[in-house]
């Protein structure tokens, strides 16, 4: 089963989604959650309506049961969405958007990817350690030795990476720094 794409596009869409983000602020800050998302989609004449939630320690299937409740009341009773639509409340995951300076912030250290716009230096796609955001600015290590920083509103997209090898990298490098820092033989 292919997954839904969730379409930003100006107009009506753009309307539902901050109409759904302004219902949805309150109630998540009211229960202890941070809204990381609003996406909406339509998929011939279904409408689907997803929010991303999370929270210190990680967001439930119970939280997102809970508020999905909350949610659909407020939206049918504002009218929100004319005729039926399908509503989604789940976590951002693993490779969570980065929707915020304060997100990016949060994440500093973490592997990210970042999209842009348009082309810096003849790329728009980017990946690598994110760095705490320097004003309006975020940025990327890519390598051992290279920064790149972009204007926030340069960025297309940004998201964790998933990288099932990271905890196995670090041990690796704290290993070979232990080694070198405390080396065998010698006088004793």
């Not at 809970?66 to 789940?90: I, K, W």
């Not at 300076?101 to 348009?118: C, K, N, P, Q, Y």
């Not at 975020?138 to 051992?144: A, M, S």
Request: glycine share 10%; aromatic share 6%.
């Amino acid at each position: 089963m292919r997954p839904l794409r969730f379409l930003s596009l100006p107009g009506a869409k753009l309307e539902v989604r901050e109409e759904v983000r302004q219902l949805a602020q309150p109630l998540a800050e009211e229960s202890g959650y941070e809204l990381v998302d609003v996406e909406f989609g339509v998929h011939g004449r279904g409408k689907s309506i997803r929010v991303l939630l999370d929270k210190p320690g990680g967001i439930t299937i119970g939280d997102c049961a809970s508020f999905s409740r909350r949610l659909a009341d407020c939206m049918d009773m504002n009218q929100t969405v004319p005729g039926s639509y399908h509503l989604e409340v789940s976590s951002p995951g693993l490779d969570r958007p980065l929707k915020t300076l304060e997100s990016v912030r949060r994440f500093s250290g973490r592997r990210a990817t970042i999209a842009l716009h348009e082309p810096h230096e003849g790329r728009r796609n980017f990946e690598g350690d994110l760095l705490d955001p320097d004003g309006n600015r975020v940025g990327l290590r890519v390598e051992e030795t290279t920064d790149v920083w972009f204007e926030w509103a340069e960025v297309k997209s940004a998201r964790l990476v998933v990288d099932p090898w990271a905890e196995v990298r670090s041990a690796k490098a704290a290993s070979a720094s232990a080694a070198v820092r405390h080396p065998r033989g010698g006088a004793r």
